[in-house]
Nanobody, 123 residues
Framework: QVQLEESGGGLAQTGGSLRLSCAAS????????MAWFRQAPGKEREFVAA????????TYADSVKGRFTISRDNVKNTHYLQMNSLKPEDTAVYYC????????????????WGQGTQVTVSS
């Protein structure tokens, strides 16, 4: 089992920045693809960004490309989402996730999930 805990959410203004962190504990010696998803009110959860085990491969949703950056520190068992140029439409609960079976943008590929952290962007 792996436990994931997000932090860093909060309130930001349009054009501002926030940095989310996701700390992993438990069975962390198994390599995992790490990702961020988000769910806005009244909408389904959607993919945001993913990073490979080595950190050399990343992919982003078109809606955040060029504004968000995913990274990881395998020594600290933590990955991050740097969010710049925030927009009101980025308002959502952000979830970190871990996948043991390869690199994917699909929600069903992820085995472990955090509880989520709220990000609110005011206009």
């Amino acid at each position: 089992q792996v436990q994931l805990e997000e932090s860093g959410g909060g309130l930001a203004q349009t054009g501002g920045s926030l940095r989310l962190s996701c700390a992993a504990s438990g069975r962390t010696f198994t390599p995992y693809t790490m990702a961020w998803f988000r769910q806005a009110p009244g909408k389904e959860r959607e993919f945001v960004a993913a990073i490979s085990v080595s950190g050399q491969i990343t992919t982003y949703a078109d809606s955040v490309k060029g504004r968000f950056t995913i990274s990881r520190d395998n020594v600290k068992n933590t990955h991050y989402l740097q969010m710049n140029s925030l927009k009101p439409e980025d308002t959502a609960v952000y979830y970190c996730a871990a996948a043991a079976r390869g690199f994917s943008t699909r929600e069903l590929a992820y085995d472990y999930w955090g509880q989520g952290t709220q990000v609110t962007v005011s206009s």
